[in-house]
Structure formats: C-alpha cells, structure tokens
C-alpha cells in the first residue's frame, strides 16, 4: 500500500485480560529460547502481550533488516520501562533513550569523541596491549591452577574504558574495582529483562526482591559516576580533553558560550548517563564475548590448536601481536565471528518501538507497538545455517581460508540501522587483541578433574556465562623463553 501499511493481520498468541500472553511465556527463564520454539506454532513473525504492551516478535533475517535497514526511523523508538527508567534517569542515556533531537545529538558526540579516541587510535591499541600483557602476567602466575578467569577478563576489559571515559585504569584488588563487579552483577541480573515490573509497572509498590537490589546497585554505580564527574568538572581548564567525559564537558561548554540551541541542552543527568552507557556497556558486552570465546576454546580444543598455528607460522614468538595483524590472522577472526553468531550477547537486541503505523512484511504494525528482534532465531535459522548448534569457524572463510566473510545475511551480531551498536569497532579491536595475547603464550583447558563446563547461556540484558574454571598452561615454545 501507498501509505506503507500493510493489510494481513498478523498471528497472535492467545491473551487474557490484564496479563496478556503471560501464561504461554511463564515458567521459561530462557525467554530467547521460548520466543524461538513458539515460531512452530506461530510462524516466524508473531504477537503477543505482555500484561497492556503489544510485542511483535521478529525471528527471520528479512523481517529484521526491513525493522532495522529499511525502515529503520520508524521503528526507532524505545519503551519506557521501570528498570531502564532507573538505570538512564527516565531516559537520559543512549541505550534506552527514545528517538528524538537529544538523542540523536548524545550519539553523534559519543561517536564523535569515541572516533578521536578509540578507533584507529595509536593510544588505544597502545591501553588494550598493556592490559593484554597485565592479563598474561596473571595467567602465568596462576599457571596450571584451576582458575576463573572471569574477574581477570573484567579487568583488563574495565581498565580499557575506564582509560576511554576517565583516563584511569583499576589494579588487581581495587576496592573500587570489586564494588564495581558487585554492582554491575547485580544490575545485569535485575534490569531489562521482562520481568514483572516491566510488565506491571504498578507492581513497584509491593516490595520487590530484583527492583531494591536494582536500586542498591544504583545507588554504588551512581556515586561512583558522580565522583568521577566532580573530578573531571574540577580539572577540566577547555584546553586538553583527555578523554569521553572531558569531551562531553567541552562540548557542553561550546554550546553554553554559544548560547544552546533550545531543545539541545545536555543537563548533567544527560553526561553522567551517557558515559554511564558507554562504560556499562563497554565493560559488560566484551568480557561477556571473550568468557563464550575461552568456553568454546575448552570444548573445541582442535579451534585453539588452529588459531595457534596461525599465530605461530604469522607471527612467531619474537613480538607481540598488533592490530594490523588482522589480516594476518583470519581463523582467529572467524573464531570470533563464530562465537558472536552463536551466542548473541544481546539474543534480543534492545526492544524497539514503532514510532507511526507501519508494517513488516504484508502485516500492519500499530504505531506505539514493541517490536523485538530475536538475534538467536536469526542466527540459529537451519534454513541459512549448516547444522547451527556446530561451533565452526570455517563457515566464515573463504575457500582459500583466507578472508572471512559471512555465509548469510542472517548474521546481526551488532543490531543494524539508526540504533546499531556504538562500540561494534572498539569490541573487536579489543577481542582480537585479547585472544591473540593469551593464545600466542597458553593454552586453555578444563581442569583435568571437571566436566566440561556447560554451554547454556543465562538470559538477561546480555546473554551471561556460567562461571567455570581454566587451567591456562604456558606452551611449550614459551618454557624458558623470555617472556615479554
Ligand atoms: C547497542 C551488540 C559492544 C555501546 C547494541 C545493540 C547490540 C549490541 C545488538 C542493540 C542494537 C539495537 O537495539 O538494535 C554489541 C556487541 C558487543 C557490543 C555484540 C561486543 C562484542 C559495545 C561496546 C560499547 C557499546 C564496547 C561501548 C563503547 C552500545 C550502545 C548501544 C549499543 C551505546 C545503544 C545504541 C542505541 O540505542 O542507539 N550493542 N555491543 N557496545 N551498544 Fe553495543
Ligand atoms: C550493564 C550493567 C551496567 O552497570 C549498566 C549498563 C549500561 C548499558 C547497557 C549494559 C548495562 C548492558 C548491555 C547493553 C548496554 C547498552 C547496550 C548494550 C544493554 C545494563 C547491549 C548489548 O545492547
């Protein structure tokens, strides 16, 4: 139609009144997986209702590059929620903002200032490859104990966006640092994730387990990004901008000289919530990938033998490597596309919204409507996978196994269009740099008594890892070779 409405009405689960769709979808933790499983019943685009919210859940690649690509501006909308409220102050961030001028002027600066700082940035490859040989210096003192690797890989992590956002980095034991893990867990597991409140907002008042440990942890997260804000504000002189947050005070500077354009006023709750994002989401995403991208090595021992190989024919033991040693290495680099097609850190990106009545496909979608992409379906299809469930990184190479491509377009790992991610450059410079450090010197393997750990994902705002434990041996070629 002209209008670019369709006509077919789409499936919907049965609801009841004023719990909607909820029966079909409780008792499942693993609301990625139900969402997948209901697409028998259902076909791939479907609604539903959660409690007053209509939902249309996307499964298909075609359905979600015309949501994200084609006609990206109207579904790029965000719900309000009670958890995302609290998190971004009502929508004072990037993630959880809706569309609108604001929005669209944090991004630009946030991409702006992560462009000058990050990407292609000598200083940034110079701040992953110090953290990368800090990461190393504790593996090997922990050679050959079962150890979990995870508060190490948080570190190093934390300590390169720690450098992006307030040019500080963390040592092993920081109290600051272990109050920062704590509460970032405890945000993870509670906001997001469909749980009642959201559904419900009314619920909040009945005292609620998840939203007081939400709000606790806010609270540890919100002093500590205002301390770091007082900091900079005091320090700031307008001259040197030393990193995201100084970039974000000099451009508010600029607009207070220059008189702001109305509408455009970045408040403090704007800067604080914005790097606020940046650091979230740059702490949580990456060492999400790189604890998947370790377990896998555990169980494909055969991939990390691969990956040594080519490191050691490439690049030897002489030097470390660097960035421009991407092309150099591209099993590594499909190991890694591999491990983000198979467990999406965000199974269900972030919710959109429908900003007019529109459609997907020949089916009409209200204006208001939430629309959910689900990345695992589109990354599990068998209609455009070989055997999904199969970790193989060779599906990413060219015949020649020289380049790394992707065998199908229903490959969304960073989301798409107006809303893609914001680190996708960062997150990969990282998780090469990382992976090429610790596999050049050690190998990862299961300690001799466990099982393999389990490959199950936890779902929540990223799809977490259950904690397990690694034995990391020094190769041989490093025994007795001096090390750095
Ligand atoms: C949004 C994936 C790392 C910052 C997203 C979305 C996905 C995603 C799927 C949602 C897109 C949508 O809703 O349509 C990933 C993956 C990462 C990663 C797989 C690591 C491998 C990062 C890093 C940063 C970052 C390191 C920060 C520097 C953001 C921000 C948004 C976002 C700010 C919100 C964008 C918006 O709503 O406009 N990311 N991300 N991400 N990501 Fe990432
Ligand atoms: C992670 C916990 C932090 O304490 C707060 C935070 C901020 C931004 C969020 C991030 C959390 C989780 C991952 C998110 C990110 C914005 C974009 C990213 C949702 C909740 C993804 C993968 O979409």
Redesign the pocket.
Known sequence: APTGTGTGRLRSLPALPLVGSLLQLAGHPQLHLRLWSLQGRYGSLYGLWMGSHYVVVVNSYQHAREV?LKKGKAFAGRPRTVTTDLLSRGGKD??FASYGPLWKFQ?KLVHAA?SMFGEGSVALEKIICREAASLCETLGAAQDMALDMAPELTRAVTNVVCSLCFNSSYRRGDPEFEAMLEYSQGIVDTVAKESLVDIFPWLQIFPNKDLALLKRCLKVRDQLLQQKFNEHKEAFSGDTVRDLMDALLQVRLNAENNSPEPGLELTDDHLLMTVG??FG??VE??TT?LKWAVLYLLHYPEVQKKIQEEMDQKIGLARHPHLSDRPLLPYLEATISEV?RIRP??PL??P?VSLADTSIGEYSIPKGARVVINLWSVHHDEKEWDKPEEFNPGRFLDEQGQHIHSPSPSYL???AGI??????V??KME?FLFLAWVLQRFTLECPQDQPLPSLEGKFGVVLQVQKFRVKARLREAWRGEMVG
């Open positions: 994200l990037i993630a991004r992560l994002d940046i989401a740059g995403t990456t990938v983000l850190v965000s990106l972030i959109h790992p960073f989301g809303r893609v991610c914001l680190g996708e960062l997150a998780l």
